[in-house]
């Protein structure tokens, strides 16, 4: 199973970096010099933030409380790689 994205073009890792900061703006490859991005999404951060909230009464406090955010991290986790799959993009004109 892959943890990390890969390149569409040569299916070498992409690091964790260009994976996780400045979504929405293009990167170049280091296998194979393509150009890609990957979208920004506000939906997955916010699905978390409510689901922590909604939980929470739940969950009391303490170390319930930290296996409710472990939970949902992992949860986050697992949905972004399905989710968040970098494209090529054309050559821009600059």
Known sequence: ????????SC???????RTQ?????SFVCEGC????VIDK???LPLAA???FYAARQRFGD???LIYLLLGILAVVFIVQIQTM???VVESQAD
């Open 1 to 8: 199973m892959r943890i990390f994205p890969r390149c569409p």
């Open 11 to 17: 299916s070498a890792n992409l690091p964790l970096r």
């Open 21 to 25: 900061w400045n979504l929405g703006k």
């Open 33 to 36: 010099g393509a150009r890609l």
């Open 41 to 43: 999404n506000y939906w």
């Open 49 to 51: 933030i409510i689901a």
């Open 62 to 64: 303490g170390l319930h």
């Open 85 to 87: 799959k970098p494209k």
